[in-house]
């Protein structure tokens, strides 16, 4: 409470007449209570008309700014309302010389204190949106994948029941209910609702881990344990893989944190290191030209990286061919950008042997010489 007793008191005293009975009360009194609606009332438009230019400095219509102060300022004008009410009421209400009846006073403090709560609850549940926002803001490009959405509205779904058992609790305190017996059942029913749903939880929370570490995302090529493949969906409860058979594996949330996870699209560069067989009546000048051309093809590709590790060389002779192995790094950021690489290499690097009438190791050819 604020110590203004003693000032108002003295203001009160200064109203002409302010000892006069109206319907059992002091007129004084009833001038006072009046002009304390009054004053909370307007920090109710305060507030109002103050928000938008206070959220409109953190950021624009597109990230969500717009929608937050539109549904967050009337229930905070409220909670502002009632403070100012709450206080200023048991102000009041501690003069001596001020008489009001103890239901009036009950009552007008108890819907003092259940406005400033039930608004201030109300605005906390709208000031869960802020969580989006900022992960807006924290995310590379601004924009959540399907699994981080899931996700967050999750976490957002949790923090709202938070606050609105908290905000129950303190309300019901308020009017007088037994707290303790409230607080006494709440946790044996959480206890009791703790232990049947132990393993949802712990992969909501493994959910929630895998938001805030992102150790991989959607798109991504991952190995945890037996398990192999691309990331399609992340959920509340589980991830789903879709393995090189095409088929849908689904893992729990809960037991991914606690797995060593190799990701294969976080990787910086993908290296790639091709075989050619070449006939073995190629000759050894053929074969040098054939080499550097590989390597020049390489060198040139505008998606290979580490050309100081790059090469192309003889690597064996072997009974029926000459192997020569090719050392390749990937600039790509996809499976798929990967393959087309691949794709377009071999196929100059095919254009290269017609060119120097190189042939590659076939056996039924070979069979067919001899």
Request: proline share 3%.
């Given at each position: 409470m604020w110590p203004t007793h003693g000032i108002m008191e003295g203001l009160i005293q200064m109203i002409p007449g302010w000892e006069n009975k109206v319907?059992?009360?002091?007129?004084?009194?009833?001038?006072?209570?009046?002009?304390?609606?009054?004053?909370?009332?307007?920090?109710?438009?305060?507030?109002?008309?103050?928000?938008?230019?206070?959220?409109?400095?953190?950021?624009?219509?597109?990230?969500?700014?717009?929608?937050?102060?539109?549904?967050?300022?009337?229930?905070?004008?409220a909670a502002a309302a009632g403070f100012i009410w709450w206080n200023l009421l048991g102000e009041l209400y501690a003069?001596?010389?001020?008489?009001?009846?103890?239901?009036?006073?009950?009552?007008?403090?108890?819907?003092?204190?259940?406005?400033?709560?039930?608004?201030?609850?109300?605005?906390?549940?709208?000031?869960?949106?802020?969580?989006?926002?900022?992960?807006?803001?924290?995310?590379?490009?601004?924009?959540?994948?399907?699994?981080?959405?899931?996700?967050?509205?999750?976490?957002?779904?949790?923090?709202?029941?938070?606050?609105?058992?908290?905000?129950?609790?303190?309300?019901?305190?308020?009017?007088?209910?037994?707290?303790?017996?409230?607080?006494?059942?709440?946790?044996?029913?959480?206890?009791?609702?703790?232990?049947?749903a132990k393993d949802t939880i712990s992969n909501i929370f493994g959910a929630i881990t895998l938001l805030l570490d992102r150790p991989f995302s959607i798109g991504d090529w991952i190995k945890v344990g037996g398990a192999e493949g691309e990331v399609v969906g992340i959920?509340?409860?589980?991830?789903?893989?879709?393995?090189?058979?095409?088929?849908?594996?689904?893992?729990?949330?809960?037991?991914?944190?606690?797995?060593?996870?190799?990701?294969?699209?976080?990787?910086?560069?993908?290296?790639?290191?091709?075989?050619?067989?070449?006939?073995?009546a190629t000759g050894p000048e053929v074969l040098e030209k054939f080499c550097r051309g590989v390597e020049e093809i390489i060198f040139n590709h505008p998606k290979t990286t580490k050309e100081s590790?790059?090469?192309?060389?003889?690597?064996?002779?072997?009974?029926?061919?000459?192997?020569v192995s090719c050392n390749v790094y990937w600039d790509v950021s996809g499976s798929m950008e990967e393959k087309e690489s691949r794709e377009s290499l071999l196929l100059d690097i095919s254009s290269l042997a017609q060119e120097l009438k190189v042939d590659f190791y076939e056996p039924r050819l070979r069979a067919s010489r001899s």
């Open positions: 319907a059992g009360l002091q007129f004084g009194l009833l001038v006072a209570i009046a002009v304390i609606v009054g004053l909370g009332l307007v920090a109710r438009q305060l507030v109002i008309k103050i928000l938008p230019r206070i959220m409109k400095s953190f950021g624009d219509e597109k990230d969500g700014i717009s929608s937050f102060e539109m549904n967050s300022q009337m229930p905070l004008g003069i001596p010389s001020m008489l009001p009846t103890e239901s009036i006073e009950f009552w007008t403090l108890a819907f003092a204190q259940a406005t400033f709560l039930v608004g201030g609850l109300l605005g906390a549940m709208r000031l869960v949106e802020i969580v989006e926002i900022g992960a807006r803001w924290a995310d590379d490009d601004g924009e959540l994948d399907a699994g981080q959405q899931t996700i967050l509205h999750a976490v957002q779904s949790i923090l709202r029941v938070v606050i609105f058992i908290v905000g129950v609790v303190l309300i019901a305190d308020v009017f007088g209910f037994n707290i303790g017996a409230i607080l006494t059942g709440l946790g044996i029913g959480g206890l009791a609702f703790a232990f049947a959920g509340m409860r589980n991830t789903l893989l879709r393995t090189s058979a095409d088929t849908v594996l689904t893992l729990p949330n809960g037991s991914l944190v606690n797995k060593d996870i190799e990701n294969f699209g976080k990787r910086r560069w993908r290296r790639y290191q091709p075989l050619l067989s070449l006939d073995l590790s790059s090469y192309a060389k003889v690597s064996a002779i072997a009974k029926d061919s000459l192997e």
